[in-house]
């Protein structure tokens, strides 16, 4: 007797790929973030539709994005960096220094000594948490506290200011290519490059499954230590990287600068949808997060929103992306019990 294969509708890859992308956390993030869009430019038609308006909502997020991306691949490694924005900061100041003391030293070396600064101030968050097996929340919260007390002390009452600053490397925190911010495409490269890592290579699934069970991951022979230091590895040339540009984008660097950015990274990784438990979530998802936060302190304004409210809507949003993966979490195990049961 032949089989027949019936083909149901919706089974077809194209089918498929719009109801995977209709279902993912991202895209409710990215609804709500044209959502307030929309209403801020119908209270206000300049918050889009000008130059600066539309510049703006690009360039604004694109510091805060790289930041946020390596928050979210220490987040799904079941850890927390607290210290990305003292690395921001003690990198943006650095960076001036480098070219009051070294005139003349080109920019791409100041890009590489901020990013390899940064990356070793991270390799020392990782080896702590690996090695000396003490909870991330807790080394970050202390080397936050270092590192920021080490920038008030090189810095001191000095500041750095635009004019000591090459133009070219100014024109970086202005210039456009083909309309778009030139930080926010060098973004959006980094950004490309991490999901792609996190998606193809072996070395960033292996991320995903010590975020979901570190105990798990160990038996199975991954390189979990290594692999945790490499997560802030990551995350602190992230940072530092964003220092660098930071001092592009602003042109005064004071023993200030970064300071709260670990939280705003942290919020922009949760409401994207990366799990604070680990294991779950995109850097896709911290990146439109990053953008929907910093846009929501734009537009509440133009609304006529008071700033008590303004900060109520952010914690709002970090809670409501908890108690969803949460939700998510509760009904994904029942799924698995209800399957596990049907296939007695």
Do not use: C
């Not at 895209?27 to 209270?43: E, K, P, R, S």
Request: no cysteine; aromatic share 8%; hydrophobic share 55%.
């Amino acid at each position: 007797m032949s089989a027949t294969i019936q083909v149901s509708p919706g089974t077809s890859g194209a089918a498929r790929l719009v109801r995977s992308v209709a279902t993912a956390r991202e895209t409710g993030i990215a609804l709500a973030l044209v959502l307030v869009v929309f209403a801020a430019t119908a209270a206000n038609p300049t918050f889009l539709f000008s130059n600066d308006g539309f510049r703006d909502l690009l360039l604004t997020p694109s510091l805060l994005l790289l930041v946020a991306v390596g928050q979210a691949i220490v987040i799904i490694t079941r850890n927390v960096d607290l210290s990305v924005g003292s690395i921001v900061g003690l990198t943006a100041y650095l960076t001036g220094r480098l070219f009051i003391d070294l005139e003349g030293i080109p920019v791409i070396f100041v890009f590489l000594a901020g990013i390899v600064m940064g990356g070793v101030l991270g390799a020392i968050n990782g080896l702590l948490v690996a090695w000396a097996k003490v909870p991330a929340l807790v080394i970050t919260l202390g080397t936050l506290y270092i590192y920021r007390g080490i920038n008030v002390a090189w810095t001191g009452s000095d500041r750095i200011n635009a004019s000591d600053l090459p133009n070219e490397f100014r024109g970086l925190g202005t210039d456009q290519l083909l309309g778009i911010p030139i930080l926010t495409i060098i973004a959006v490269v980094v950004l490309i490059a991490a999901a792609w890592y996190l998606r193809n290579i072996r070395g960033g699934r292996e991320f995903y499954a010590i975020g979901s069970d570190p105990a798990a991951a160990h038996l199975y022979g991954l390189k979990v230590n290594q692999r945790i230091i490499t997560a802030f590895v990551v995350s602190g040339a992230l940072s530092g990287l964003a220092g660098v540009l930071y001092a592009a984008r602003y042109g005064t660097v004071s023993s200030a600068a970064g300071t709260g950015w670990e939280l705003q990274a942290i919020g922009a990784a949760v409401i994207g949808g990366v799990a604070i438990s680990g294991g779950v979530g995109t850097v896709w998802g911290a990146a439109i997060g990053a953008f929907l936060l910093l846009t929501i302190n734009r537009a509440l304004p133009i609304l006529g929103i008071d700033d008590f409210w303004q900060r109520a809507v952010v914690g709002v949003l970090i809670l409501g992306s908890i108690v969803l993966d949460r939700v998510l979490a509760v009904r994904q195990h029942r799924r698995l019990i209800a399957q596990r049961e049907e296939g007695r």
